[in-house]
């Protein structure tokens, strides 16, 4: 007896999916300080470089609060390239991920110097600049230029792996070239009006945020459900399939709170590459093999020696990416004569610091009586 087959019956083509997904997003899209209206008006392509560059790897709610801020402060690409990065870093404090300030920053000199203030306009030419990848090239081309091309993020990447039903890493490669590929044929699948490519983008960046999110995907309110393999096969909670946990290797803090005469807290700048760089922080020893010893912290920071010169304050943990950060906290005397890298600082000015997450507790919350 011949076997029985019960294939799937084949998803709905792709117009069917696109037009189903641009009917919901016009209907549900969040009202977010950069989205424009009415939506799909090309943008202007500053915000949008700032905003895309803002929100890699940091929640939307957390960008919401700093966005207007960096804005107001810088209002045009050529008021950022002329800024200096110290100022650049300090409004960036609370987002994390420095590096990206620094891209942007990169990024904004090179259109002022390179391309007289005015952004190239198609993903390409985009991609070339400093700090600017794939994704964020094909969001300022959709957006501002209204080009034809797909911006794939980490959410839209999800959506394709699961509209496909492929159960592999978003960090495979194969992964990757399907999700741009599958993208750009949603785009050719769509209706050619002039605001599509940006409406067809940011509709998938929602779709990914708000509904078919990493961990239980609202698949019943999906606009999609029809097209999407993986809802068909039950196999949504598998996909993308997880990283292996990231290796991640310790490094060991001690951070000194030192008040001088006045009670202002002494303040130093992390070196330029590496962890933080660039930061300020209260005068700190590092190492990656164990915990300083306070004769080491003394002998390293120039304290007053003798054992009741550096008083234990606190101490906590804190990860990042590739680190497990062990902080110590002390509290020491100044020394006779301060390197002249410290500066010595009220509450207030050391609140203006480009600061880490850690160094922002050590500074601002345990420095504090
Ligand atoms: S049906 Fe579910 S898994 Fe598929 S795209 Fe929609 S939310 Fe994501």
Same mark, same amino acid.
């Given at each position: 007896?011949?076997?029985?087959?019960?294939?799937?019956?084949?998803?709905?083509?792709?117009?069917?999916?696109?037009?189903?997904?641009?009917?919901?997003?016009?209907?549900?899209?969040?009202?977010?300080?950069?989205?424009?209206?009415?939506?799909?008006?090309?943008?202007?392509?500053?915000?949008?470089?700032?905003?895309?560059?803002?929100?890699?790897?940091?929640?939307?709610?957390?960008?919401?609060?700093?966005?207007?801020?960096?804005?107001?402060?810088?209002?045009?690409?050529?008021?950022?390239?002329?800024?200096?990065?110290?100022?650049?870093?300090?409004?960036?404090?609370?987002?994390?991920?420095?590096? =990206? *300030?620094?891209? &942007? $920053? @990169? !990024? #904004?000199?090179?259109?002022?110097?390179?391309? /007289?203030?005015?952004?190239? %306009?198609?993903?390409?030419?985009?991609?070339?600049?400093?700090?600017?990848?794939?994704?964020?090239?094909?969001?300022?081309?959709?957006?501002?230029?209204?080009?034809?091309?797909?911006?794939?993020?980490?959410?839209?990447?999800?959506?394709?792996?699961?509209?496909?039903?492929?159960?592999?890493?978003?960090?495979?490669?194969?992964?990757?070239?399907?999700?741009?590929? =599958? *993208?750009?044929? &949603? $785009? @050719? !699948? #769509?209706?050619?009006?002039?605001?599509?490519? /940006?409406?067809?983008?940011? %509709?998938?960046?929602?779709?990914?945020?708000?509904?078919?999110?990493?961990?239980?995907?609202?698949?019943?309110?999906?606009?999609?459900?029809?097209?999407?393999?993986?809802?068909?096969?039950?196999?949504?909670?598998?996909?993308?399939?997880?990283?292996?946990?990231?290796?991640?290797?310790?490094?060991?803090?001690?951070?000194?709170?030192?008040?001088?005469?006045?009670? =202002?807290?002494?303040?130093?700048?992390?070196?330029?590459?590496?962890?933080?760089?660039?930061?300020?922080?209260?005068?700190?020893?590092?190492?990656?093999?164990?915990?300083?010893?306070?004769?080491?912290?003394?002998?390293?920071?120039?304290?007053?020696?003798?054992?009741?010169?550096?008083?234990?304050?606190?101490?906590?943990?804190?990860?990042?990416?590739?680190?497990?950060?062990?902080?110590?906290?002390?509290?020491?005397?100044?020394?006779?004569?301060?390197?002249?890298?410290?500066?010595?600082?009220?509450?207030?000015?050391?609140?203006?610091?480009?600061?880490?997450?850690?160094?922002?507790?050590?500074?601002?919350?345990?420095?504090?009586?």
């Amino acid at each position: 007896m011949p076997h029985k087959h019960n294939p799937q019956p084949a998803p709905p083509p792709d117009k069917h999916l696109v037009a189903a997904l641009l009917r919901w997003f016009r209907a549900n899209a969040r009202d977010l300080p950069w989205r424009p209206h009415p939506l799909g008006t090309p943008r202007d392509p500053y915000p949008v470089l700032v905003s895309e560059l803002m929100l890699q790897q940091t929640q939307v709610s957390r960008v919401i609060d700093r966005f207007d801020a960096f804005l107001a402060r810088f209002p045009t690409v050529e008021a950022l390239a002329e800024a200096d990065e110290q100022a650049v870093l300090t409004l960036w404090s609370g987002l994390g991920y420095y590096r =990206r *300030a620094r891209l &942007l $920053h @990169a !990024a #904004a000199r090179t259109i002022v110097t390179e391309y /007289a203030g005015s952004f190239p %306009a198609t993903a390409t030419t985009l991609a070339a600049l400093p700090g600017i990848g794939r994704y964020t090239a094909g969001a300022i081309a959709s957006l501002a230029f209204l080009e034809r091309t797909p911006a794939v993020d980490a959410n839209v990447l999800r959506v394709m792996l699961r509209i496909q039903g492929r159960s592999l890493t978003t960090a495979n490669p194969q992964a990757i070239a399907l999700g741009w590929s =599958r *993208a750009q044929a &949603l $785009h @050719a !699948a #769509a209706p050619r009006s002039r605001p599509t490519p /940006a409406l067809l983008n940011e %509709a998938l960046i929602e779709l990914g945020a708000v509904i078919c999110t990493p961990r239980s995907p609202r698949c019943e309110s999906c606009p999609i459900a029809d097209s999407c393999r993986a809802r068909a096969k039950g196999t949504q909670s598998r996909i993308p399939a997880k990283k292996p946990p990231p290796v991640r290797t310790p490094i060991y803090f001690a951070s000194v709170l030192i008040h001088n005469a006045r009670n =202002r807290l002494a303040v130093t700048s992390r070196p330029d590459t590496g962890l933080w760089a660039g930061l300020s922080q209260a005068p700190t020893v590092e190492r990656t093999d164990r915990p300083s010893t306070p004769a080491e912290i003394r002998r390293k920071l120039g304290l007053p020696p003798g054992r009741g010169s550096l008083r234990r304050v606190t101490r906590f943990d804190f990860k990042t990416t590739h680190r497990e950060c062990h902080f110590e906290v002390f509290a020491a005397p100044p020394p006779a004569n301060p390197p002249s890298t410290w500066s010595f600082l009220t509450p207030a000015r050391i609140a203006n610091l480009p600061l880490s997450s850690p160094q922002r507790r050590i500074l601002l919350e345990t420095a504090q009586p």
